[in-house]
């Protein structure tokens, strides 16, 4: 079965500083990985995804995220902080043996500080 | 492109009672939805799997007399929460494949259930 392990469950960092944010799967074939934020009390805005095309997939807003088959990971960054970025992300992974149905991490939650 | 409409996006019920949530994909066909659930400050659970024109898969530990899912129709899936209790109180998301077109999932704007 897949899932998905997202460390920090806070992170915080200044504004126009780098943003990491990790994510770490496992699954028993090849997996779909996507990234969401989520503002509150809405639902989810997909920022990328990963569907076993180019390792570096770049999303919406300036995120970007990088698979790594041999580290199980697929960790989130962007260059530059903005105060809007403030909100909740979630790594998700969905695979064929689970009807693809989407898995999701615990989320992190994201300060940005001026 | 890719709308799916959740409604309603509030609903305050009173205990016993039952609530109809709906979700509609706008523009595109959904055969796969999937309805999650989130409670504050935590991550989102599947609770079920709906195909279009079959029995919902539920998920361990999800009571499907409770949470009834039909999926009628290739554009409209909903839940209903029998016999709604306050434990029940919760955010409620809907979320629609397009895996046949590019692997992706549309999600609606999310019901918040208060049962009183």
């Known amino acids: 079965a897949q899932s998905v392990t997202q460390l920090g469950s806070h992170v915080s960092v200044s504004e126009g500083a780098l943003v990491l944010l990790r994510c770490n799967y496992s699954s028993s074939v090849p997996p779909y990985l996507f990234w969401y934020v989520q503002y509150p009390n809405q639902g989810l805005q997909l920022l990328l995804k990963y569907t076993s095309a180019a390792t570096l997939v770049k999303g919406i807003n300036g995120f970007e995220a990088e698979f790594k088959k041999s580290e199980t990971s697929f960790h989130l960054t962007k260059p530059s902080a903005h105060m809007s970025d403030a909100a909740e992300y979630f790594c998700a992974v969905s695979e064929s043996n689970s009807g693809y149905a989407l898995n999701f991490g615990k989320g992190t939650s994201l300060l940005v500080t001026p | 492109g890719a709308v799916v409409s959740q409604h309603p996006s509030r609903v305050i019920c009173k205990s016993g009672t039952s609530v109809k949530i709906e979700c509609r994909s706008l523009?595109?066909?959904?055969?796969?939805m999937f309805w999650y659930r989130q409670f504050p400050k935590q991550s989102l659970m599947l609770m079920a799997t709906?195909?279009?024109?079959?029995?919902?898969?539920?998920e361990q530990g999800v009571e499907k007399d409770k949470f009834l899912i039909n999926h009628a129709s290739l554009t409209l899936s909903t839940l209903t929460v029998t016999s709604a209790h306050p434990e029940d109180s919760s955010f409620y998301i809907c979320?629609?494949?397009?895996?046949?077109?590019?692997?992706?999932?549309?999600f609606g704007s999310g019901t918040r259930l208060t049962v009183v």
């Open positions: 979320s629609a494949s397009r895996r046949q077109v590019d692997y992706g999932y549309t």
């Open positions: 709906s195909n279009e024109g079959s029995k919902a898969t539920y």
């Open positions: 523009d595109f066909q959904a055969t796969t």
